[in-house]
């Protein structure tokens, strides 16, 4: 089983003036349900982010910090909404927003709307497989179709090619779990041999809303949490969740149609962030999540990357 490496999660600790990643739910649907993802079982309200909201956060963005990372994911598959979520690339990409990066599962990701991908600006992909063969990926991504996506994958990239484009990033992402570690090098060697970076990380608890392989004692929780000090995450409808465990946005430090990013930050953030700098984890949330252990992932990149 893949172990944590906590001495590279640590590298990545200081404090910050503003977040490093600012994570965007551009909508809260999804076409699959994967066995490792709270989103089939999502209570709090379901919708889409309108254009303005995020024109509000690509803004700040912009103006605040050349060095944060605007990142589309969190609780739905934004190509759900294909058209809406190119424009609002464009816009963050025109904006001055430096750094663009997308999540999904690519069974939407057609040979049309890879290449308006590209065009947009996005500067990575991450795509989500989690398996080297049909029958482990449609046992864990249920409702998803293998080949599909593997032909998805490599249209991008031959996309790129003909396009003479170095951007996005293409990104596949294998989540170790029991279901599938008995393929991670069959699948780093595919997919390196067809010109993709690949990501290898650990299965998230999200807080534990969903089981976990992360179990290290908390005795060895000696450091602030990576995501709470580095991140916010924003859901479709402006709310701010404390973290990306808090997928249902209960302890939610304020809203983004009547606040700003920095005010949130420095704010009850900043607050938050203090206790994990004490390292006081009593917070409801934090006192039983596990998720402190995975701030770090593991890349492997194909000769020339």
């Known amino acids: 089983m893949l172990k944590p490496d906590l001495e590279a999660v640590k590298k990545t600790l200081q404090k910050y003036d503003f977040p490093v990643d600012v994570i965007v739910e551009t909508i809260a649907y999804c076409n699959l349900d994967c066995i490792m993802c709270p989103q089939p079982n999502l209570q709090r309200k379901r919708g889409e982010m309108s254009f303005e909201v995020f024109k509000k956060i690509a803004d700040e963005i912009a103006l605040e910090s050349a060095e944060t990372r605007l990142w589309v994911a969190i609780m739905g598959e934004p190509l759900i909404r294909a058209g809406q979520l190119v424009e609002m690339i464009s816009y963050a990409k025109n904006k001055g927003v430096n750094s663009v990066h997308l999540n999904t599962n690519g069974i939407l990701m057609s040979k049309e709307i890879a290449k308006k991908l590209i065009q947009s600006g996005l500067d990575e992909i991450i795509l989500g497989l989690d398996a080297a063969s049909a029958e482990t990926y449609e046992n864990i991504r249920v409702n998803g179709n293998y080949q599909l996506l593997i032909q998805n994958i490599d249209n991008l990239l031959n996309l790129k090619k003909q396009l003479n484009s170095s951007t996005p990033r293409v990104i596949v992402q294998y989540i170790v779990m029991d279901e599938n570690e008995s393929e991670v090098d069959i ?21 534990t ?52 990013i920095k005010e949130i930050w420095n704010g009850e953030l900043a607050e938050r ?33």
Do not use: M
């Open 187 to 207: 699948f780093k060697e595919y997919w390196l041999s067809r010109g993709a970076i690949v990501k290898i990380r650990p299965k998230l608890g999200w807080g």
């Open 209 to 260: 809303g969903v089981s976990t392989n992360l179990n290290l004692p908390d005795s060895e929780r000696n450091f602030p949490c990576p995501w709470l000090t580095r991140t916010v995450s924003i859901h479709w409808n402006g709310r701010f969740a404390q973290c990306d465990g808090d997928y249902e946005g209960q302890y939610s430090p304020g809203d983004i149609n009547k606040n700003t």
């Open 273 to 305: 962030r203090k206790k994990h700098w004490e390292l006081d984890f009593s917070h409801t949330l934090c006192s039983k999540c596990k998720d402190w252990q995975a701030g770090r992932s593991q890349f492997y990149y194909p000769e020339g990357e």
